[in-house]
C-alpha cells in the first residue's frame, strides 16, 4: 500500500498527543486489565468501571486505529499491543505509560524554549531538577520506579539475556534502583555476589527484590550518590544511567569509577547508543526526553568513546543486543 500524502503523514504525527493520552487513559482506568479474560462491549467496560458509555465507546473505538484493540461480534478484545498495557502481562508498559503522562506530559510543553535557550523543561516546570522533585515524594519514586521496571522487564531483560559477563566474584550496579535488573543477573551467576549503590529512598526496596528472587545471601543495597564516591567492585553495571547526565555529571561518575577500582576493573554501560544514518530508532526518541526532562542525552559511539577515555578509562568497544540496547564495554586501564 502506497504511504498516505505528507499532508496526512503530518497530521497523524501531529495527533501524537492524543494518542499517547488515549493510552494513558485506558490504561489509568484499567481498561485492558478488564479485557484480559476475553471480548467485552463497551457498555459493559463502561458498567464494570462506572464510566460514561457514550465516552468509553469512543475510546474504545479510537483504540482499534492504533491496534490496541479489535472489535468483532463478542465486542473489544485485546492484541498482542494492548496486552502490554495489562498491569500483570509480561513485558507491560502500564506503568511506564502512567509515568511519562503523570510526570513528562505537562513539562513538554515548554519544549520550544527548551530549545531556544537550552534550558531544561522539567527544571522550568518543577521549579527544580527533575530527579530532586521525584525524590520529594514517596509515591512518585513508586511510580518511578515501576517504570522501570517495565523497562527492565520488557527491554533490558533482553538485552542482559544473552551477555556474558564471565564469572566476576562481585558485580555491582550503580543506579541500579530496586535491584530487579542485578538480580536478573545474578540469577545466571550462581557464584557472583552484588551490589546496587542508589539514594537511600530507591535503595530500600533491594532487600525485598533479593528475597523475591532467593538472593538474600549474594544481593544487597547500598545506600550512597555514584557523583560523590563508588564501591571498588570487578564489575560495573549500569543500565540507561550515563543518558540521564550531561557530559560533566557522566564524567563525574565515570572519573569515581577509574578511582575505586583496581586495574582491570569491567565496566558495563547498556545504553541507547544513536546509530549513524536517518534510520528511525529508540535512541532519537528517547533523547527528545533527556532533553526535555534531564541534562542527559543520548550519544553515538563517538562521543562514547570521548566520555570515557576522558576519564582515564580504556574505551573497548560496543556490543549489539537484540534490543535497542547495546552494551558499551571499557575498563580501568
Same mark, same amino acid.
Given at each position: ?37 476475553? %471480548? ?20 474504545? @473505538?479510537?483504540? /482499534? ?11 473489544? @478484545? ?11 502481562? %509480561?513485558?507491560?508498559? #502500564? ?27 522539567? /527544571? ?13 515524594? +514517596?509515591? @512518585? ?46 540469577? @545466571? ?23 523475591? +528472587?532467593?538472593?538474600?545471601? #549474594? ?23 550515563? +543518558? ?23 565496566? #558495563? ?5 544513536? %546509530? ?47 534490543? %535497542? ?5 571499557? +575498563?580501568?586501564?
Amino acid at each position: 500500500m502506497d504511504a498516505p500524502p505528507p499532508p496526512i503523514q503530518m497530521v497523524q504525527l501531529l495527533a501524537g498527543f492524543q494518542v499517547s493520552q488515549a493510552l494513558y487513559a485506558a490504561a489509568k482506568l484499567g481498561i485492558p486489565d478488564l479485557l484480559a479474560d476475553g %471480548p467485552q462491549t463497551a457498555a459493559q467496560v463502561a458498567h464494570a468501571r462506572q464510566l460514561n458509555e457514550a465516552s468509553t465507546a469512543r475510546l474504545m @473505538r479510537s483504540l /482499534t486505529g492504533f491496534g490496541v484493540l479489535a472489535s468483532d461480534g463478542d465486542g473489544y @478484545r485485546l492484541t498482542p499491543l494492548g496486552d502490554t498495557l495489562r498491569s500483570d502481562a %509480561p513485558g507491560s508498559m #502500564r506503568n511506564l505509560a502512567l509515568m511519562w503522562m503523570e510526570t513528562h506530559y505537562l513539562p513538554f510543553a515548554g519544549l520550544t524554549d527548551t530549545v531556544r535557550t537550552g534550558n531544561v523543561a522539567a /527544571t522550568e516546570h518543577y521549579g527544580m531538577p527533575f530527579f530532586a522533585w521525584l525524590s520529594g515524594d +514517596h509515591d @512518585r519514586v513508586a511510580q518511578f520506579s515501576g517504570a522501570m521496571a517495565n523497562l527492565t522487564d520488557g527491554i533490558k531483560a533482553h538485552a542482559i539475556a544473552g551477555y556474558d559477563f564471565g564469572a566476576p566474584s562481585l558485580i555491582t550496579d550503580l543506579g541500579g534502583a530496586d535491584g530487579t535488573l542485578l538480580a536478573m543477573i545474578l540469577g @545466571r551467576l550462581p557464584d557472583t555476589a552484588g551490589v546496587v549503590l542508589d539514594l537511600p529512598h530507591v535503595v530500600s526496596a533491594v532487600p525485598t527484590v533479593a528475597k523475591e +528472587h532467593g538472593l538474600d545471601d #549474594r544481593l544487597t543495597g547500598q545506600p550512597g550518590d555514584f557523583f560523590e564516591a563508588v564501591p571498588p567492585s570487578e564489575v560495573y553495571v549500569m543500565s540507561m544511567v550515563l +543518558h540521564d547526565w550531561s557530559d560533566a555529571e557522566a564524567l563525574t561518575l565515570l572519573r569515581n569509577i577509574a578511582s575505586a577500582a583496581e586495574p582491570g576493573a569491567q565496566i #558495563r554501560a547498556f545504553e541507547l547508543v544513536v %546509530p549513524p544514518g536517518d534510520a528511525p530508532h529508540m535512541s532519537k526518541m528517547v533523547d527528545l526526553t533527556m532533553l526535555a526532562i534531564t541534562t542527559g542525552r543520548e550519544r553515538d559511539e563517538t562521543e562514547l568513546r570521548e566520555l570515557f577515555t576522558a576519564a582515564g578509562l580504556v574505551f573497548d568497544g560496543i556490543v549489539a543486543t537484540p534490543t %535497542p540496547l547495546s552494551v558499551v564495554e571499557a +575498563h580501568v586501564a
